[in-house]
């Protein structure tokens, strides 16, 4: 059984950090892209982030520049530091898995994690 589990949620106020961890079981991590999304209050889920096999990554453009995705395979575990956060970076932010990077959708989700940025 796959399981995809995020940790490190919290509040923090304006122009502080978290990171977020994804540990993941029941799959060959070294095998999956992994992505972070985003779902803030009200709106639909977003795509943040993702890291290749190789370790290639790719950030959408509100986040450039402050986040950080890395993976440790040895630990099955992704990685997203959040520098910077900003009022607008609340969210419940999920990891995904998916062994191509398709996203529509992948082929697994975590439960999510609350991050809230007060201003």
């Known amino acids: 059984q796959v399981q995809l589990v995020e940790s490190g949620g919290g509040v923090v106020q304006a122009g502080g950090s978290l990171r977020l961890s994804c540990a993941t079981s029941?799959?060959?991590?070294?095998?999956?892209?992994m992505a972070w999304f985003r779902q803030p209050p009200g709106k639909v889920r977003e795509f943040v982030s993702h890291?290749?096999?190789?370790?290639?990554?790719y950030y959408v453009d509100s986040v450039k520049g402050r986040f950080t995705i890395s993976r440790d395979n040895a630990k099955s575990t992704v990685y997203l530091q959040m520098n910077m956060l900003k009022p607008e970076d609340t969210a419940i932010y999920f990891c995904?898995?998916?062994?191509?990077?398709?996203?529509?959708?992948?082929?697994?989700w975590g439960q999510g994690t609350q991050v809230t940025v007060s201003s």
């Open positions: 890291i290749d096999w190789s370790g290639d990554v």
């Open positions: 995904a898995a998916d062994p191509d990077g398709s996203w529509s959708p992948p082929n697994y």
């Open positions: 029941g799959l060959t991590f070294s095998n999956y892209v």
